[in-house]
Nanobody, 122 residues
Framework: QVQLVESGGGLVQAGGSLSLSCVVSGRPGSIYPMGWFRQAPGKEREFVAAINYSGSSTYYADSVKDRFTISRHNAKNTMYLQMNSLKPEDTAVYYC???????????????WGQGTQVTVSS
């Protein structure tokens, strides 16, 4: 079983920055493609960014491209999401997830964190 724990959410003004972390545990030596998703109240969970097992390939939703950066440090079992130029529409609960394949679809992800709230004020 894989456990994921996010941290780093909070309240920030529009134009500000936040950095999220996701620590992976439970299967030492196993490295998976991973992703970040978000869900705003009343909306479906949506793809934000994904990264392959080595970190050599990254993928972004159009809405966050050039503002957010996904990365990972496998020796620390940690994935990151650096969020710059934040907008009020970025307000959501952010989830990290791990999968057996790189994907933009939440249905392809097998393991999920509990989520961390990001609130951007105007």
């Amino acid at each position: 079983q894989v456990q994921l724990v996010e941290s780093g959410g909070g309240l920030v003004q529009a134009g500000g920055s936040l950095s999220l972390s996701c620590v992976v545990s439970g299967r030492p030596g196993s490295i998976y493609p991973m992703g970040w998703f978000r869900q705003a109240p009343g909306k479906e969970r949506e793809f934000v960014a994904a990264i392959n097992y080595s970190g050599s390939s990254t993928y972004y939703a159009d809405s966050v491209k050039d503002r957010f950066t996904i990365s990972r440090h496998n020796a620390k079992n940690t994935m990151y999401l650096q969020m710059n130029s934040l907008k009020p529409e970025d307000t959501a609960v952010y989830y990290c997830a791990a999968s057996r394949v790189v994907s933009r679809s939440p249905q392809d992800y097998d393991w999920w964190g509990q989520g961390t709230q990001v609130t951007v004020s105007s």
